[in-house]
């Protein structure tokens, strides 16, 4: 691009929106192994203070001084761009934890009382049945219970 | 080891998912959320379109119903892991 006036370029708000990518990466990374899954909220959250560090500099730097730097619209699109980016990830975040405590719930070495609920085609089956063997397959070790949010 | 899955879905949408994914193992419909509240594992308003629901968790039950094995997420996103479970499971003697 020509820059007659002699201004330099203002590379701040680009580092900016680049760290807040990598935040979102950060966040978007959740499947990965265990160990990691504690240290990746608090990168993310370093890297969303980074970029915010960044697009404050890119815009005091384009705003507050238009005779050294340009790219005064630019900085702005690109901080409204890189904080929306950062605020719908922070809301993601908050929201997937809103889950009621399980302390209540059973814990190992508890004896969890039986139950008896509809399956797919409507037939009932309790903890017990399913604990039992059945016509063509012996009785399991054990059972798997797998409480789930729904399927929508 | 038998998986048993277990929500608020009734039998239709279950069978749906059960189609779709092609599951083979039971899964278990609880309308009214009963057991899902006699385990304490109650989301109040917690779908997307305000329901009660239950909170994701994984419980491995032996043969005289003793709890062997949980999984307690605290984040919706994060399940239990398939490799995690059988080898919970690979632990019972």
Known sequence: MPNPA???RNLAPWWGLLF?????????AFFLSSPLQGALPWLSLSLAVLALIFLVAGLWRALGQPQVYRGKALS?????????AIGLTAFA???ARKLPSSIAAPQVGQRIPDFSLSDTSGKRLSLGQLLAASPGSPAPKAVLL???RGYW | MRPVAISVDPPEVSRSLANKA????PILSDPDA??????????LAGSPDGHDIARPAEFLVDSSRVVRWTNFT???RVRARADDMLASARQLR
């Open chain 1, 93 to 95: 975040f908050v929201s």
């Open chain 1, 146 to 148: 797998i409480f789930y």
């Open chain 1, 6 to 8: 002699g201004h330099r």
């Open chain 1, 76 to 84: 702005v699109v690109l901080s409204v761009i890189a904080v929306l």
């Open chain 2, 74 to 76: 605290e984040d919706i």
């Open chain 2, 22 to 25: 092609g599951y083979t193992f």
């Open chain 1, 20 to 28: 807040a990518i990598g935040a979102i990466g950060c966040h978007g």
């Open chain 2, 34 to 43: 009963a057991v899902i509240r006699q385990y304490h594992l109650l989301h």
